[in-house]
């Protein structure tokens, strides 16, 4: 037996419990919850979002979709924040979706999703600064 023969059987005997056996596992007890939950938190580091508006805040409204292979997981991100802040934390929430988006089964689709949201919460906060601009006037 070569070596490329034995590399492969080994591959084969320890890759194939690992997919049949510890990766559902893994899904059961809390992988399907927590996959990629963290750099998902990551994206709201150092912006500050609240759960009722302040004076100058907009609301923003954004879905996140995770998952890999066979299930997604689609998250509403509801805030309120300052004007500058939505822009960044929505550049960052779109990053996360086609990173982490792509990995699931609507790879064709998420990013469609996530960038015409994108665009249109963009839209959607300069209507609302305008709104306040003219208010305020």
């Not at 409204?61 to 805030?79: I, K, N």
């Not at 982490?100 to 064709?108: H, T």
Request: proline share 5%.
């Amino acid at each position: 037996m070569t070596w490329s023969e034995r590399l492969f059987f080994l591959l084969v005997m320890i890759g194939a419990p690992l997919l049949v056996i510890v990766f559902p596992i893994y899904l059961l007890f809390g992988g399907l919850r927590t996959f990629a939950l963290r750099p998902l938190k990551r994206c709201f580091n150092g912006i500050q979002v609240r759960e009722s508006p302040e004076p100058g805040d907009v609301e923003c409204v954004y879905h996140t979709y995770r998952g890999l292979l066979v299930w997604v997981t689609q998250d509403e991100h509801r805030f309120f924040a300052t004007a500058d802040d939505s822009r960044h934390l929505l550049g960052r929430l779109l990053r996360f979706n086609l990173t982490w988006g792509l990995l699931c089964p609507g790879m064709i689709f998420i990013p469609l999703l996530a960038v015409g949201n994108y665009y249109a919460q963009k839209r959607s906060i300069l209507q609302q600064v305008n709104a306040s601009t003219e208010a305020s006037s």
